[in-house]
């Protein structure tokens, strides 16, 4: 493909306009546009002043890229990158100025937003260097002058990018969304690329990991052989999710599980845990967890069961993801998607008259806007026979009466999984989950070993249950997972104004904070993550912990 010039760019030439125009009126404007930076906007200048007073002289300094699009996650990274060049690293931040990710904007309006950003983002060289990637980026890009890994990996992403926001898993060709999800991704992808190999910062770090640009600049780090760190939130407060030299979203629990797993449950590690489920299945939140995990509260199994129309057949639990969730993308193990195994899961139950499948739809659909897995049970069966049964995202129904009747559970990836096992439940996992394979779940590897498990299992289901200690170990994992797996964290994204209000940069970086969050930097930067040594300490701390988690 032919390359351009600046005389034929139009992204430069949209640039030029929207600089003129900003220079005469667009800069003393009241700004409109969704795209926003006002929560870092009011504490940069100083946080910037904090770390020039407080940085420190690091003799293993790293060389640190931070990349970030999306307004929200802006404002995150920079606040990071800041407590890096705190610690003394040599920090490049990269940002995109977008405020949405599948709808079209103008070039004049995209450089507008970029100018604002630089604007906002302007104190930060005084202590790291900052890139504009939309400076970096063209439209027309030869491919010839790149891997092949580099195209095929920006087109992973923009098919996962169109699923994650349409909530499907599979995408139809001219998809709209995913030519827009390919430009842009790929544009990222090209000066992303060449900017790693230009200038090999020792570590890359950026949000996610899987989706969007976030998602093309972990891969072009990762081709380069860059160590590369992702990072995401769950629900708890003052706690991050990161993962080296992996998506953290994939949730590898593996070197976790060897350094603390096969060992009695602590008691007050029971406790913690004891606590959380009870708020999960009491529709009701609990401690530093943000989250209700369920909808209505409990009616108590007898009552659901009527409702339903049980009897006393073996009831097999399926309850289902959100399609097109992120916890779902890529993540086929003996089916080509979640939407092939649930249908076919139903055509294999149309043979088992004397078992009963209960089939719960993830009551998050309600918060989605995407295809509902009622509609494809719907689009391939124009009627269900009286064994199987359909519980809709919006009945009131509490998935922990429906465990609690179950004989088996149906799992493709949703953590309901690992709450069946910890009943003592069967469980057979038919995704690529964080908890498969861990000693209390039934794990085939392909679909006619799923059926024979199935055969053996309704066969005689109560000789299927797990044994105590399976049972020991599943709740055990759930500690691990819910309060181990996380890290202290200073700022959460969801309540990042209030969270930085309460822990600012100064206290971040003095002696207090850096005990508290100084490790966790440390693993940002890519110091390696060793569950072994740092379950060592956990392990005491753990019994000597009074009930409250993450003490």
């Known amino acids: 493909m ?94 995109l100025p977008y405020a949405e990710w599948d709808k079209e904007i103008s070039k004049f309006d995209l450089k507008r937003q970029d100018l604002y950003a630089q ?109 590369t760190v992702s990072f995401e939130f769950a629900d708890q407060r003052e706690r991050i999710w990161l993962a080296q030299d992996d998506e953290i979203m994939s949730h590898d629990t593996r070197d976790l599980w060897e350094a603390l797993g096969n060992q009695p449950l602590p008691e007050a590690a029971k406790t913690a845990l004891d606590d ?51 916890l779902t993308l890529g993540r086929q193990k003996i089916t080509n998607s979640m939407a092939e195994w649930v249908v076919d899961t139903i055509r294999y139950f149309l043979q088992k008259p004397n078992a009963q499948l209960v089939i719960r739809v993830h009551p998050g659909e309600l918060k989605t806007h995407g295809t509902s897995m009622v509609e494809v049970i719907e689009d391939n069966f124009a009627r269900l026979p009286e064994n199987i049964h359909l519980v809709r995202p919006e009945d009131p129904i509490n998935t922990y009466d429906l465990i609690e009747l179950a004989s088996v559970g149906l799992v493709y990836t949703t953590t309901v999984g690992l709450e069946m096992a910890m009943a003592g439940l069967p469980v057979v996992v038919t995704g690529r989950t964080h908890y498969a394979q861990k000693g209390f779940t039934y794990d085939p590897v392909d679909w006619p070993a799923y059926q024979n498990m199935l055969d053996k299992i309704l066969a005689k289901p109560r000789e299927a249950r797990l044994s105590p200690k399976q049972t020991e170990q599943a709740w055990l994992y759930a500690y691990l997972f819910f309060f181990e797996f996380s890290l202290p964290f200073p700022w959460h994204l969801l309540w990042l104004t209030e969270d930085f209000k309460a822990r600012p940069l100064r206290f971040v970086l003095n002696p207090q904070g850096q005990a508290r969050y100084a490790q966790t930097f440390n693993y940002l930067v890519g110091e390696p993550l060793d569950w072994k040594k740092r379950g060592l300490a956990r392990l005491q701390e753990i019994q000597n912990m009074d009930g409250k988690p993450n003490a």
Request: net charge positive; aromatic share 8%.
């Open 2 to 95: 032919k390359k351009i010039n600046s005389r034929n760019n139009p992204l430069k030439n949209s640039a030029l306009a929207a600089q003129v125009y900003w220079n005469i009126k667009g800069r003393n404007k009241t700004w409109s546009s969704h795209f926003k930076l006002e929560g870092i906007s009011q504490v940069i200048q100083g946080a910037v002043k904090d770390v020039e007073q407080l940085a420190v002289n690091n003799p293993k300094a790293k060389q640190v890229f931070i990349f970030a699009t999306l307004h929200y996650w802006i404002e995150q990274a920079v606040l990071i990158a800041l407590a890096l060049a705190g610690q003394g690293h040599h920090v490049t931040f990269c940002y």
């Open 119 to 227: 604007g906002i983002l302007e104190p930060l060289q005084k202590v790291m260097k900052v890139v504009p990637l939309l400076d970096e980026m063209k439209e027309q890009i030869s491919w010839s002058d790149f891997p092949s890994e580099v195209l095929e990996a920006v087109r992973q992403v923009a098919f996962y990018d169109t699923m994650y926001t349409q909530q499907v898993e599979e995408i139809k060709e001219g998809d709209p969304l995913y030519n827009l999800r390919l430009q842009r991704d790929s544009m990222a992808g090209a000066a992303i690329y060449s900017w790693l190999k230009q200038n090999k910062p020792d570590v890359v770090i950026v949000p996610n990991g899987t989706i969007l640009e976030m998602g093309v600049a972990y891969r072009m780090a990762r081709l380069q052989g860059i160590r």
């Open 276 to 326: 959380l489920l009870s708020s999960r299945r009491g529709a009701s939140t609990w401690g530093d967890f943000a989250r209700r995990w369920q909808a209505a509260p409990s009616q108590g199994a007898s009552t659901v069961a009527k409702g339903l129309g049980l009897d006393k057949r073996p009831i097999v639990l399926l309850p289902t993801n959100v399609l097109g969730d992120s």
